[in-house]
């Protein structure tokens, strides 16, 4: 039973250990990105992430909830195109996301208010730039995060990485089809 106790207690002493070493290590300002070369020119790729409604053709979290309500504003595929979503489902949430920026061709940036399951707000771009006769995409994410969030940040930088990935990977097959 000792031998126990004293297991328990050091897990609970490194989980501690690390979580102070987390919050003073870890900035408030997070930053994540993923890129992948799709085989289309940037005009091609452009087609799919110009407007909101392009974007949810590919976007990895519309597939948490299919029966997620969607409500889109504004003028598609110009700044203030918006989408609003709302789910059952925690996984999902709900939240809105608005274009605040095009250069045609090359990058959209957004916006995101996330309602629930937390509150929040961060930026995102998608940049295009040709190589060769292929064109490279790179989608980031940019947020402000509390203390709770910094110590859960290996585990964001996991999801998040998993979620890009699916996500260009969608865009990829989306932009290379005949």
Request: net charge positive.
């Amino acid at each position: 039973m000792k031998t126990i106790l004293k297991i328990l207690g050091i897990l609970i002493l490194l989980i501690i250990v690390y979580a102070v070493i987390a919050m003073l290590a870890f900035g408030k300002n997070y930053h994540y990105e993923k890129s992948l070369v799709i085989n289309a020119p940037r005009e091609k790729v452009w087609q799919n992430i110009h407007s909101m409604k392009a974007f949810n053709r590919w976007n990895p979290w519309m597939k948490l909830d299919k029966s997620m309500k969607i409500v889109y504003t504004g003028n598609s595929g110009q700044v203030g195109d918006k989408y609003c979503w709302d789910s059952k489902n925690d996984d999902a949430g709900a939240g809105c996301q608005e274009i605040k920026d095009l250069v045609l061709n090359e990058k959209q940036k957004t916006e995101m208010t996330f309602i629930r399951p937390f509150e929040g707000e961060s930026t995102s771009e998608i940049i295009l730039s040709s190589e060769g006769n292929s064109t490279k995409v790179t989608w980031t994410m940019d947020t402000e995060q509390d203390a709770m969030m910094k110590i859960i940040r290996p585990m964001m930088d996991y999801q998040m990485g998993k979620s890009y990935q699916e996500g260009l990977n969608n865009l990829k097959i989306l932009a290379e089809a005949k």
